[in-house]
């Protein structure tokens, strides 16, 4: 089945650790690409999206994503983390149906320790 | 920086009861979207809305549920007869089109 499949459920990270959450996609054809940031009792925040160009996309917070078309991966990734990034990571699909409905992971629940 | 509001952010109802969640979209955003979240569960899709009408939904959104946009602001989700299982977060999105989603805060609906 298609689906969007993210690596790890749980990760502890101390604060300046660097951080690389894996996703990966099963469609073919072009996609959009997102993670999105759910911070604890809040919602979900857009982080970063690839559409085309640049493989490498920076977002906010000091996040980034490397695009890697041949291995259907979209890896988001942080060099330092900090305390206050502990939250949920959703990697999230446009499939190439038409429209724009988007495909959720099951989440990365990260904690990082002060 | 513009918001989607949602409301109530709790709703509590009896099973077979019908709940309306409201939400109001970013204005000029023309596509519209509630997914909903189970606790400890994904994020799964429900409909989206363009054009005044339904442009997809999931198994998920089966008869029991609805989707309106009574007045060019509101966008609202009906569930006709709530379920036990109906209980999760419920989320509103809009988009302008590409470009990623804003959610709303989301409304917590628990049916006892």
């Known amino acids: 089945a298609q689906s969007v499949s993210q690596h790890n459920h749980h990760v502890i990270l101390s604060e300046a650790a660097s951080l690389e959450l894996g996703c990966n996609y099963s469609?073919?054809?072009?996609?959009?690409l997102f993670w999105y940031v759910q911070y604890p009792g809040q919602h979900l925040q857009l982080l970063l999206k690839y559409f085309s160009g640049d493989p490498l996309v920076k977002g906010i917070k000091g996040f980034e994503a490397e695009f890697i078309k041949s291995k259907f991966s979209f890896n988001l990734r942080k060099p330092s983390v900090q305390w206050s990034d502990t939250a949920e990571y959703f990697c999230a699909v446009n499939p190439p149906t038409g429209g724009f409905k988007t495909i959720f992971g099951a989440g990365t629940r990260l904690f990082v320790k002060a | 920086e513009p918001e989607v509001t949602q409301t109530p952010s709790h709703q509590v109802t009896q099973m077979g009861q019908e709940v309306i969640l409201r939400c109001v979209p970013i204005s000029n955003h023309l596509y519209f979207y509630w997914y909903r979240q189970i606790l400890g569960q994904k994020v799964e899709f429900l409909v989206s809305f363009y054009n005044n009408e339904i442009s997809e939904k999931s198994e998920i959104f089966d008869d029991q549920f609805s989707v309106e946009r009574p007045d060019g602001s509101n966008f609202t989700l009906k569930i006709r007869s709530t379920k036990l299982e109906d209980s999760a977060m419920y989320f509103c999105a809009s988009s302008p089109g590409q470009g990623g989603y804003t959610f709303g805060s989301g409304t917590r609906l628990t049916v006892v």
């Open positions: 469609y073919g054809g072009t996609v959009n």
